[in-house]
């Protein structure tokens, strides 16, 4: 079965700083993966997705990513974080649909992410 | 163009009663989503739509949930007999495709059982 693990639950950084999300995945095939992010009291947004082909890529707001099969990881990074980055940042895996099972999405616990001046 | 909308924002029921939760998808979009979110517990899938297609409803965590879609449009979540642990926030999301599109979230129903 499909699972996505974020070992970090609350990361802390200054601003200006660099900033990596760290995402694990389990899937047997090549897994459709993204990043979303949920600032307070709002809905999730998407900042990126990796389908296939170049394995870093980009979102919206300068945040990348980079899929690494070998690691069976797909980790969000920013290098420099700015203070309205404060959120919750969610990792999600979406298998090849298969019968009756369609485009559902597994998502990690989250990272909160604080922004110190 | 307009987003996904749920509605209550907010729900204060007392424990036995029953609720129903609403989520308008975007206009077009086929698939609808249910998740659930509780303090500290990430997203919890509940139930997924598409199309015409038998609803996938392998997240639902007891029988007392239940959701229905009418007309391949608004999507109404049903807790009856509502207990302390359904107190959650209630995610709604719609996508274009059901294969790997990028959903499209509502900004949730904060349901409270007392």
Request: charged share 15%; glycine share 10%.
């Amino acid at each position: 079965a499909q699972s996505v693990t974020q070992p970090d639950i609350h990361i802390t950084v200054s601003e200006g700083a660099s900033l990596e999300l760290r995402c694990n995945y389990s899937y047997g095939a090549t897994p459709y993966l993204f990043w979303y992010v949920q600032s307070p009291g709002q809905g999730l947004q998407l900042l990126l997705k990796y389908f296939s082909g170049d394995t870093l890529v980009q979102g919206i707001k300068g945040f990348e990513a980079e899929f690494k099969r070998s690691q069976s990881s797909f980790n969000l990074r920013k290098p420099s974080v700015h203070w309205s980055d404060a959120a919750e940042y969610f990792c999600a895996v979406g298998a090849h649909m298969v019968y009756n099972q369609g485009g559902k999405l597994i998502f990690g616990q989250g990272t909160e992410l604080s922004v110190k001046p | 163009g307009a987003g996904v909308s749920q509605s209550p924002s907010n729900k204060v029921t007392e424990k036995g009663k029953d609720v129903e939760l609403r989520c308008d998808p975007i206009s077009g979009h086929t698939a609808l989503y249910w998740y659930r979110q509780s303090l500290g517990q990430g997203l919890e899938f509940l139930i997924y739509f598409q199309g015409n297609s038998a609803p996938d409803k392998s997240g639902l965590p007891s029988d007392r949930f239940s959701a229905e879609r009418t007309g391949g449009s608004v999507s109404t979540l049903t807790i009856q007999r509502t207990q302390q642990e359904d107190s959650a926030v209630y995610l709604c999301a719609s996508s274009q495709r059901s294969y790997n599109s990028p959903l499209h979230f509502g900004n949730g129903t904060r349901l409270t059982v007392t």
